[in-house]
């Protein structure tokens, strides 16, 4: 019985861990059929914008920037493209999701990113 705990133990933590690694992907943020790949470039993770519906939207631009893992936390900067600024992000990733917090002073918001089905 003790083994069998144990083996469920070890396989819950395992895919917990797996759902919190960011991947290389391509997410809808939701918002005027908006599309962000996600990549790694020197230890970091990125997200271009792709396309979008909207024709002001910056195609090729880097909306995720430069986000790390510190202490189990996923911490980097996030381009908000209808304030024009470059905000603090943290994300919690998930197999088929992103919860993107971002923080401006005392405030924060949190978007969910959604994985594209179409590119899986």
């Known amino acids: 019985m003790k083994k069998?705990?144990?083996?469920?133990?070890?396989?819950?933590f395992?895919?917990?861990?797996?759902g919190q690694e960011m991947t290389t992907n391509t997410w809808l943020t939701g918002e005027q059929n908006t599309r962000v790949q996600t990549y790694q470039k020197d230890g970091k993770w990125y997200g271009k914008l792709v396309?979008?519906?909207?024709?002001?939207?910056?195609i090729g631009k880097d909306v995720l920037m430069a986000f790390v893992e510190v202490e189990g936390v996923w911490?980097?900067?996030?381009?908000?493209?209808?304030?024009?600024?470059?905000?603090?992000?943290?994300?919690?990733?998930?197999?088929?999701?992103?919860?993107?917090?971002?923080?401006?002073?005392?405030?924060?918001?949190v978007v969910q990113w959604n994985l594209d089905r179409q590119n899986d």
Do not use: C, M, Y
């Open 75 to 109: 911490q980097g900067k996030v381009f908000a493209v209808k304030r024009n600024e470059i905000l603090d992000g943290v994300i919690e990733p998930h197999d088929h999701k992103l919860l993107i917090e971002v923080s401006v002073g005392f405030f924060s918001k």
């Open 51 to 58: 396309s979008s519906d909207n024709p002001q939207a910056p």
């Open 4 to 12: 069998l705990t144990l083996i469920f133990v070890s396989l819950f």
């Open 14 to 18: 395992v895919s917990w861990v797996h």
